[in-house]
T-cell receptor
Framework: KQEVTQIPAALSVPEGENLVLNCSFTDSAIYNLQWFRQDPGKGLTSLLLIQSSQREQTSGRLNASLDKSSGRSTLYIAASQPGDSATYLC???????????FGSGTRLLVRP | GAGVSQTPSNKVTEKGKYVELRCDPISGHTALYWYRQSLGQGPEFLIYFQGTGAADDSGLPNDRFFAVRPEGSVSTLKIQRTERGDSAVYLCASSPDRVDTGELFFGEGSRLTVL
C-alpha cells in the first residue's frame, strides 16, 4: 500500500530564505507526482506536476524534483515571501490508477 | 462556471441527521472526484465519476455514504445517519478527462460539523 510522508510537518522561516520541503513515498511505481498549495479554509491549487519520466519541473520561484527510484521529491522555494505562507501537499498517482494519494502536508509560515 | 463550486461551504448538523453536499464541476469536465480531509491530514479519496457512472466508489467508508451524478455534471454526496466522526472538509475536484492527462481542479470544500 502506497504511503506518502511529508517532513517537516510545520516550518517557520524569515522572509527571503530559500527553503526545501520534502516528500517521500514507499512504492516507486508512480505515474506522476503533484505538489499542491492549500490556504486556510480553501481548496487545493496545483503548483507543479512531474511525470514519472521527468526529474524536475520549475515554475517561477518554485522547483520540484523527483527521484522515483529512491521514492523522494523535494519542493524548493526560492526567496520566500509572506504570501507563500500556506500548507503544501504532495500527492502521487499510481500506475493504472486515478486516485491521488496525499501526504499530510507541510504547514509553512514565512515571517515578514 | 469558472471553477469548481461546492455548496454549502459550511454545514453544522446533529448526530443522526441526513446531509447532502453539492459539487458543480468546471463545465465540460467529464471526471469528478470526491475527497475527504480531516484536520491536519491530506485529502483521502472517496469516489470517482467518469461521466454519469461511479467508476470507483471504493473509498466510501461505509453504506451511509452515497454519491450521484445523474446528468454527468453536478454531483451530490449524501450522508445518512451522520456521526461525529464524519466531521471533515469534503472536497470535490474535476478534470477534463482522467487525472493522468493533466491537472485536477479542486473546489473550496464543504466543511461538515456533526455535533
Amino acid at each position: 500500500k502506497q504511503e506518502v510522508t511529508q517532513i517537516p510537518a510545520a516550518l517557520s522561516v524569515p522572509e527571503g530564505e530559500n527553503l526545501v520541503l520534502n516528500c517521500s513515498f514507499t512504492d516507486s511505481a508512480i505515474y506522476n507526482l503533484q505538489w499542491f498549495r492549500q490556504d486556510p479554509g480553501k481548496g487545493l491549487t496545483s503548483l507543479l506536476l512531474i511525470q514519472s519520466s521527468q526529474r524536475e519541473q520549475t515554475s517561477g520561484r518554485l522547483n520540484a524534483s523527483l527521484d522515483k527510484s529512491s521514492g523522494r521529491s523535494t519542493l524548493y522555494i526560492a526567496a520566500s515571501q509572506p504570501g507563500d505562507s500556506a500548507t503544501y501537499l504532495c500527492a502521487v498517482l499510481m500506475d493504472s490508477s486515478y486516485k491521488l494519494i496525499f501526504g499530510s502536508g507541510t504547514r509553512l509560515l514565512v515571517r515578514p | 462556471g469558472a471553477g469548481v463550486s461546492q455548496t454549502p461551504s459550511n454545514k453544522v448538523t446533529e448526530k443522526g441527521k441526513y446531509v447532502e453536499l453539492r459539487c458543480d464541476p468546471i463545465s465540460g469536465h467529464t471526471a469528478l472526484y470526491w475527497y475527504r480531509q480531516s484536520l491536519g491530514q491530506g485529502p483521502e479519496f472517496l469516489i470517482y465519476f467518469q461521466g454519469t457512472g461511479a467508476a470507483d466508489d471504493s473509498g466510501l467508508p461505509n453504506d451511509r455514504f452515497f454519491a450521484v451524478r445523474p446528468e454527468g455534471s453536478v454531483s451530490t454526496l449524501k450522508i445518512q445517519r451522520t456521526e461525529r466522526g464524519d466531521s471533515a472538509v469534503y472536497l470535490c475536484a474535476s478534470s477534463p478527462d482522467r487525472v493522468d492527462t493533466g491537472e485536477l481542479f479542486f473546489g473550496e470544500g464543504s466543511r461538515l460539523t456533526v455535533l
